[in-house]
């Protein structure tokens, strides 16, 4: 399962920490994945880790603001969200990946997500 | 990589047959026979998306057998062969070969 922390607000030029739990599998296993809609909008890829921690790849809209973080011990993820904008409100949803081929890239990490948390509102006011 | 779904809202008769359309910018099988990494999702109003197939034809576990998945290259299909109450809500691609990106989005709903 995949759990994500409740609504947060912050102001213009804030920060926010997001974190997810997750339970029943290993982040060793998996990909994973932070994922954003803004309601009525289709879902907008933010950001993946690679299952062995050693890729990180992030959108061109959040590259150098925000970053991932997980912690293997604990079985968690966080993304750390700087310099936010009114663009950055959205629900934010922590998600596990699959792939048919283990592969990464200089780009991604293949594959899909197979799970979805039940995110984050997170609300950045002017 | 841009993902173009039509039609973008559909309203259908329980019972009757869906179709959606998803179009790739760029060809999601890196060579001749391999797998497409094109994924299909149901969003429930108030929920998060859950998946319905994967490498464009596997359905995942749980899913109906009424929902069928199909395509390679660029073109791809998701089909519901009689669509039911509990299928309403927004279905959405999307490809992991690349920087993950999904498509625009299409609202199912019962006539």
């Known amino acids: 399962q995949v759990a994500g922390s409740g609504g947060l607000v912050a102001q213009a030029g804030g920060s926010l920490r997001l974190s997810c739990e997750t339970s029943d599998f290993s982040l060793r296993e998996h990909t994973m994945f932070w994922v954003r809609q803004v309601p009525g909008k289709a879902p907008e890829w933010v950001s993946l880790?690679?299952?062995?921690?050693?890729?990180?790849f992030y959108a061109e809209s959040v590259k150098g603001r925000f970053t991932m973080f997980r912690d293997i011990t604990e079985n968690s993820l966080s993304l750390e969200m700087t310099s936010l904008t009114s663009d950055d409100s959205a629900v934010y949803y922590c998600a596990r990946g699959a792939w048919e081929e283990k592969t990464c890239t200089t780009i991604t990490c293949r594959g899909y997500i197979d799970s979805w948390g039940r995110g984050t509102l997170v609300t950045v006011t002017s | 990589v841009v993902m173009t779904q039509s039609p973008l809202s559909l309203a259908v008769t329980l019972g009757e047959p869906a179709s959606i359309s998803c179009r790739s910018s760029h060809s999601l099988v890196v060579s001749s026979g391999g797998k497409a990494d094109l994924a299909w999702y149901l969003q429930k109003p108030g929920q998060s998306p859950h998946l319905l197939i994967h490498?464009?034809?596997k359905r995942a576990p749980g899913v109906p057998d009424r929902f069928t998945g199909s395509g390679s290259g660029t073109d791809f299909t998701l089909k519901i062969s009689r669509v039911e109450a509990e299928d309403v809500g927004i279905y959405y691609c999307m490809q992991g070969l690349y920087t993950p990106t999904f498509g625009q989005g299409t609202r199912l709903e019962i006539k």
């Open positions: 880790i690679s299952w062995s921690g050693g890729s990180k």
């Open positions: 490498v464009a034809s």
